[in-house]
């Protein structure tokens, strides 16, 4: 309960796409931020997209125009579609919810998913 499932990871090659889904009991209600996150080996951990209720939205500069982020609050789901995918886009994806409306601040963490763009 509250946590956060990714699936939709696997290998693809460049240009190809690829959606992720997040999973989790809280994103209907209570999580009002959904991000997700990627990270590679010597790298530091990168925030590519952010879905906050309103709705906005905002990308990272290296996926803008490419990825897009939704939320489907009937499926407690936030998706991560992934288009004209890059070498560069191999990492390891974690979804990540927020509860910023409270006075207490609560997030969750998915243990993420694989994605590998190669040849």
């Known amino acids: 309960q509250g946590e956060l499932v990714e699936s939709g990871g696997g290998l693809v090659q460049p240009g190809g796409s690829l959606t992720l889904s997040c999973v989790g009991s809280?994103?209907?209600?209570?999580?009002?931020?959904m991000d997700w996150y990627r990270q590679t080996p010597g790298k530091e951990r990168e925030l590519v997209a952010t879905?906050?209720?309103?709705?906005?939205?905002t990308y990272a500069d290296s996926v803008k125009g490419r990825f897009n982020i939704s939320r489907d609050f009937k499926k407690n789901t936030v998706y991560l579609q992934m288009n004209d995918l890059k070498s560069d886009d191999t990492a390891d994806y974690c979804c990540?919810?927020?509860?910023?409306?409270?006075?207490?601040?609560?997030?969750?963490w998915g243990q993420g998913t694989q994605v590998t763009v190669s040849a």
């Open positions: 879905w906050r209720t309103g709705p906005t939205t």
């Open positions: 990540h919810g927020a509860r910023t409306w409270a006075r207490e601040r609560q997030e969750d």
């Open positions: 809280k994103i209907a209600l209570t999580l009002d931020i």
